[in-house]
């Protein structure tokens, strides 16, 4: 498996490179924009680092991207179907959690996201990440707490819950148990 999730940060890492030269920015342009330092943005695109979630969510904001879709252009060929065992993998090296892309690369304006947060885990992700979309979350079992803003929602399994207007927000497991929960992100592409 760690064959696997290495090509996926290298592919990650090409991809933030390729965005970034297509912007024509220097380094220094995207440390200014996302706020990662270039010294981590340089080990990143050469796959020398495995980006975090919160990482991820700077790099997104900073290109006018979803998350869902920078990870996308990384990982996926176009195509209709996407077979679970297709589905691209990717594992935040800080918190542990687990993201699938579900949904296959295409022109919809709509990507499909399977989340596990392992228990007693805490994912701050900063409001750039969502200036550019809006986002469902569907919590398919165990309870996440989500806060955005100095809003805290308390989700069971079957809530779904509409993001609001862009917040730094936290997706927390408190529990004992797994939390698996979708995201379901509309973006303009």
Not at 11 to 39: M, N, Q
Not at 81 to 100: A, E, F, M, T
Not at 129 to 139: E, G, P
Not at 160 to 184: H, K
Request: glycine share 6%; aromatic share 6%; proline share 6%.
């Amino acid at each position: 498996m760690s064959h696997k999730i290495d090509n996926v940060d290298e592919k990650i890492g090409a991809r933030i490179r390729i965005e970034r030269e297509a912007r024509s920015w220097s380094l220094t342009d995207l440390a200014e924009k996302s706020g990662v330092s270039r010294a981590m943005i340089n080990k990143v695109e050469r796959g020398q680092s495995s980006p975090t979630a919160m990482l991820m969510a700077r790099f997104s904001g900073a290109f006018g991207l979803s998350m869902s879709t920078l990870m996308a252009r990384a990982e996926m060929q176009e195509g209709r179907l996407l077979r679970h065992k297709d589905q691209p993998v990717w594992i935040d090296p800080d918190s542990g959690y687990i993201r699938r892309h579900v949904s296959p690369a295409s022109d919809l304006p709509m990507d499909v996201v399977h989340i596990d947060l392992p228990p007693k885990t805490r994912v701050p992700l900063p409001a750039s990440a969502y200036i550019f979309l809006r986002q469902l979350i569907w919590v398919l079992s165990g309870r996440l707490t989500f806060t955005e803003g100095d809003i805290t929602h308390i989700l069971e399994p079957g809530d779904c819950l509409e993001l609001s207007t862009p917040n730094d927000c936290v997706f927390a497991n408190d529990g004992n148990e797994p939390c698996r929960y979708a995201v379901i992100v509309l973006s303009k592409r």
